[in-house]
């Protein structure tokens, strides 16, 4: 006998999923290309609904290793559906999280998620038309902004350009299609790096430039454009651009690149006669000291002190603890928000303390 359904609730009488650390429950793994999955999640806590911007990232907590990893991982799905989310991750060689996830990650499976966060979504830069270019898996912020509109303002005018290595490497391909017939001012583009044997394909092939872009996008010079994808793709659409005389005012970018979790050598400061700060951490009952010029976070790692970390540039918001006394100067690259640093807040990775601290951690 199967188990009853549980009751079923309007939005408006459940609780919204915030920016505060959360367990998710695997519903369903999807595979979408060669190696890359989508895995959708909903609120470990029933009577929960996810509340982010088109667009925007998680980071999750990876028991890949006897020490978890965190990885963060743009929402692929659509806030205009509020009772899952889904990221689409594409295997690397040398994957340690993604590779778990692929190999491990089940339905009834649970993650501990941190977020959402992320500037990189038309609701933080509207436009009255819009132009995404991604390559590779930097199409999941574009599926998922495209999947908002859909729903919320299907009239919306958008032009889709994806490249990928293969016609099998598009990933979404089906649906995009399917967004193309439905919606009326969507225009899709792929550009092909190479065919296979054996693989049909009569759409535009090489790698993207002005030309490729014109034709696509006739207006490109009109519209606000977001760009996802490799470094190298993502600076050669910016020079395209540049150069085509477009407003770089109206131009945005996923900025956030994963890299690997080793923190950069730093040499102590200890010129003017600065001294190492104590930095003492209430939950785990231990104090050690901050040597000049590093961050709460190189101070906790020295004293065994556990803080979770993934981008470690201030953009993901994964180390951000509670600062309970002390001062620190703290340089972020927008994964903390200013009511959080009212609070007390810091993100660790890019605080460096003044003077003695405490840290709630």
């Excluded at 920016?19 to 959708?40: K, S």
């Excluded at 439905?182 to 693989?199: C, D, K, P, Y």
Aim: glycine share 8%; with cysteine.
């Amino acid at each position: 006998m199967s188990a009853a359904s549980p009751a079923y609730r309007h939005v408006d009488e459940m609780r919204p999923w915030s920016d505060r650390e959360h367990r998710l429950e695997c519903v369903a793994v999807t595979p979408e290309a060669p190696d890359v999955m989508t895995f959708t999640f909903r609120p470990d806590n029933p009577g929960h609904w996810f509340r982010y911007l088109p667009g925007q990232f998680v980071t999750l907590e990876i028991p890949a290793t006897p020490e978890p990893v965190m990885r963060t991982y743009t929402l692929s799905s659509s806030p205009s559906r509020p009772y899952t989310v889904a990221v689409t991750v594409k295997a690397q060689a040398g994957s340690i999280g993604t590779r778990w996830m692929f190999d491990n990650l089940r339905p009834g499976m649970r993650l501990k998620a941190i977020g959402p966060l992320g500037d990189f979504s038309y609701a933080r830069h509207p436009g009255r038309k819009y132009l995404f270019i991604s390559a590779g898996s930097g199409i999941t912020p574009m599926m998922s902004m495209t999947r908002d509109m859909s729903d919320r303002t299907p009239d919306s005018d958008i032009t889709f350009i994806h490249c990928a290595r293969s016609p099998d490497d598009i990933i979404f391909r089906w649906e995009l299609e399917a967004r193309a017939r439905e919606m009326a001012n969507f225009t899709l583009g792929f550009i092909i790096e190479e065919i296979g044997r054996g693989q049909l394909w009569a759409g535009l092939r090489g790698r993207i430039d002005k030309a490729k872009i014109a034709l696509l996008a006739h207006d490109f010079l009109e519209r606000t454009v977001f760009c996802c994808g490799p470094e190298p793709f993502m600076a050669t659409v910016r020079d395209t651009l540049s150069g085509a005389g477009f407003d770089m005012a109206n131009y945005h970018e996923e900025a956030f690149q994963p890299r690997a979790p080793e923190l950069p050598v730093v040499v102590a400061d200890h010129s003017d006669g600065a001294k190492a700060t104590k930095v003492i951490f209430t939950m785990s009952g231990k104090t050690g000291l901050c040597e000049p010029g590093h961050t709460v976070l190189q101070a906790a790692r020295a004293s065994g002190v556990r803080i979770g970390a993934a981008c470690e540039s201030g953009l993901c918001g994964t180390c951000k603890v509670m600062k309970l006394a002390g001062d620190v100067e703290m340089e972020h690259n927008g994964g903390i928000l200013d009511e959080e640093i009212d609070e007390g807040y810091i993100l660790a990775c890019c605080s460096r303390p003044k003077g003695e601290i405490e840290i709630e951690a």
